[in-house]
Structure formats: structure tokens, C-alpha cells
């Protein structure tokens, strides 16, 4: 499975990419919404972890345009993010999210997360 | 009204450092001192919205390689400037969210900007509500949360 992180900051981005890649995932990373756009276009992305704040396009809007076009329609997407308010989980439910976990996070967490979104962690081929 | 919340900042401060890095801080009453010239780490975002200010995070730069390395999987000596600013900018970005989620909604938080400075950051028009100092591995940080003034 290939796996796309989305954040403007390189640390979370390294730490991400660890924790997917040692369970499998081949792993791509983009630092805004419209370096993951153009991404997307150019190959199959099976699981997106998105961060909200970001410059250019922000990872809700960037859920909302992948959610609007069905080519996408099973990429699974998981926000990553510090906002931490109920109505923000809300809005990205709404704006097409399957999951949300907050910032600070543990790979336990991670994997947790991803389990919860029928993602077979030990069969995930790299 | 003054928004004074130093439990809750050493208990955001103290999970983000033992989750994410698996450091240890606590806070502390030594006051932070700076180490030196142009060696102090200040990362810095604002709040806008129904309460608006900003929180603003000093450590000194030896704690900013610290952290990279740890996040990076990289030895202090292999850490650049960049590296430092981004793992800093992203620690205030975590922990200007965990605060917001005392603050009256709605409410925004700006992207993170870090300088390497003398320290001190300036912001007009503001105030200080609440001041944590944390001792990280013998080194001091600093937590400052500013309340910009009600008209």
C-alpha cells in the first residue's frame, strides 16, 4: 500500500514516514495541500495522513477536493493535526475524513488509528 | 478578562516532551536565562479570534538539537539550523493548539515562526498572562502565553 504524508513540517513528516514504512507502507510526502494534489494525480495513494494548518491549501480543503472527485473515492484519509476542538473533528468528518487523531501522537496511536479504519497493518505489503 | 492557565501549560508541556521525544521536562521556579548570544530558540504562534494573543516558546539552542536529533533519528552534530527551527516551530504549533482548547471558540492559530535570537520577542499591545519555566535535561525553557490588550 502507498501511503501520502501531508504536513508543513519535515520533523512530523520523518516521524510519520518511520512509523508507516516500518509497517509496510511505501511512503511519499508533501508539505501542503497542493504539492499533495499534484501527487495524487501522477500516482495511486491508498492512505493520505493529512495536518490542518498548512500554506497554500490546508488539509481540510485538500479532503474536500480529493473527496469531490470519484477517481479518489478509496483513498482513506486520516487528519493529523493540533486542533483539537470538537467542532474541528466535526468538520473534517464532514469534509470526508475517516479518521482524526490529535498532535502529540504515538506510533501506538497511529496504528490503533489505522486498524480502526479496516487497514490490515501485518499484511501491508511495502 | 486575564486568561491564567499555568497548570494546564505544564501539563501540555510535560506530555507533548514525554510522548513525541521521550524527554523529560518539569517545570521549575529557576527563571530562564539565556545562554550566550544568538543562542536562544523563539518560536512563536499568534491566536486570533474570540480571544486573541499568541504563545511563544524559548529554549536555548542546545535543547533545539536535542530534539531534532531525537526526531530526525540524526546525532546532535548532524542537525542543521533548519531542522532546529522546524522541530521548535512544530512544539509551539502543538502546544498553541492544546491551549486553544482552554480559549473561548472560536478561535485560530497561525502557522509557527521561530527565530534564533537574543530572546525576548516583542509584542505590542500585549501582555503576559501566564509564564512556565521547565527544567529540560539541566537546561531551561520557557512557556509564555500573551493576552493582546481588550479595547
Known sequence: MRALIIDDSKSIRTILTEILAGIGFAVEEAANGLEAMALIKKEKVDLALVDWNMPDMNGCEFIQEVRKDNAYKNMRMMMVTTETAINKVAEALEAGADEYIMKPFTREMIIEKLVLMGISISSAPK | ?151
Not at chain 2, 55 to 74: C, D, F, H, N, S
Request: charged content about 20%; hydrophobic content about 40%; glycine content about 6%.
Open chain 2, 1 to 151: 478578562m486575564a486568561f491564567e492557565c499555568e497548570a494546564e501549560i505544564s501539563q501540555f508541556v510535560t506530555d507533548i516532551w514525554s510522548t513525541f521525544l521521550s524527554m523529560k521536562v518539569s517545570p521549575t521556579d529557576k527563571p530562564f536565562k539565556p545562554k550566550g548570544k544568538d543562542n536562544t530558540l523563539a518560536g512563536c504562534v499568534q491566536i486570533t479570534g474570540e480571544w486573541q494573543g499568541a504563545v511563544t516558546l524559548y529554549a536555548p539552542k542546545e535543547i533545539g538539537k536535542r530534539v531534532a536529533a531525537t526526531m530526525y533519528g540524526l546525532d546532535e552534530k548532524e542537525v542543521d539550523n533548519q531542522q532546529v527551527q522546524d522541530v521548535i516551530g512544530e512544539i509551539t504549533n502543538i502546544l498553541a493548539g492544546n491551549i486553544k482548547s482552554l480559549l473561548p471558540a472560536p478561535c485560530s492559530i497561525s502557522l509557527p515562526c521561530v527565530a534564533i535570537t537574543d530572546y525576548n520577542l516583542h509584542h505590542p499591545g500585549s501582555e503576559t498572562v501566564s509564564a512556565v519555566n521547565f527544567d529540560c535535561e539541566g537546561l531551561s525553557i520557557l512557556v509564555v502565553l500573551l493576552q493582546e490588550h481588550v479595547k
